[in-house]
């Protein structure tokens, strides 16, 4: 599946060339509309159990979904992008260090929910999931979110409508996971990206909707959401769309990991 994936993300890398603008995304040909739907008909990543012995990560690439596409050009990349790519770096990185992991999506156009996303860790049976994102707001630097409280996922269109979470432990949880990260990303990460500290989901136009973002809301296991850098900013994108720059994000968030891990 996962080769299959990269042919994918190979064919349809045309279509969000960088340097590409956000209005050359919105004209492009029917076809490329086409061949986006068949990322997005992609089955699910099936849940693999851990090996004996090794802690299952479930590492979450944000967007695309039905939010947001993760495709408005930005200083010659996009958020979907970035994300797909350090998650390859962090699977790798994690492996290397006697993690098992499970990618919440098989391509990097594939449109999955944020309800889904959370389910589909919960189900992986991982201990904890990473939802990687990038920011575009003012400012420099990485930001670390995770849910301070319990939510109430308020998507109109959704049957879940009404859910409550997370519990307690979660969010106790994911609290300890957000220092742990801190710690090995300000280690790995000094003098190349301000550390922008540790937040509740509150903080964010979702999370000040609902009390907490809506995969927090579903996630039965601790939850951190990274926006590790601001796309906007020239510094953080030519950090972050450089391979060099992605595998020390990568080696930072994963670092952070492990100290979790003990
Ligand atoms: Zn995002």
Not at 144 to 171: Q, S
Request: aromatic share 6%.
């Amino acid at each position: 599946m996962r080769h299959l994936a990269y042919i994918l993300t190979a064919v349809l890398a045309w279509g969000t060339a960088p340097g590409a603008r956000a209005a050359d995304w919105q004209s492009l040909p029917a076809s490329a509309y086409k061949m986006k739907d068949m990322t997005a008909s992609l089955p699910l990543p099936a849940a693999p159990a851990a090996e004996k012995g090794r802690r299952l990560v479930c590492i979450d690439p944000g967007h695309p979904n039905s939010y947001s596409n993760g495709l408005t050009q930005i200083n010659g990349t996009n958020e979907t992008r970035i994300n797909w790519q350090v998650a390859l770096k962090l699977e790798q990185t994690l492996k290397e260090k006697g993690f098992d992991v499970v990618i919440t999506k098989n391509a990097e156009l594939q449109s999955v929910e944020n309800k889904e996303r959370a389910l589909i860790c919960n189900r992986s049976g991982a201990t904890l999931a990473v939802h990687l994102h990038c920011e575009t707001t003012p400012g420099s630097g990485y930001a670390l979110y995770y849910p301070d409280r319990e939510g109430t996922f308020n998507y109109n269109n959704d049957p879940d409508i009404g859910y409550k979470g997370p519990t307690p432990p979660v969010i106790a949880g994911s609290r300890l996971l957000a220092q742990a990260v801190q710690t090995g990303m300000r280690a790995k990460l000094a003098g190349l990206l301000n550390d922008l500290g540790i937040k509740g989901d509150s903080h964010t136009q979702v999370g000040a909707n609902q009390g907490a973002l809506t995969f927090s809301i579903f996630s039965q296991i601790p939850t951190l959401t990274i926006e590790m850098a601001v796309l906007t900013n020239k510094h953080d994108a030519a950090f972050i769309k450089s391979p060099e720059g992605q595998q020390k994000m990568a080696q930072a968030i994963a670092s952070g990991i492990q100290l979790s891990a003990r």
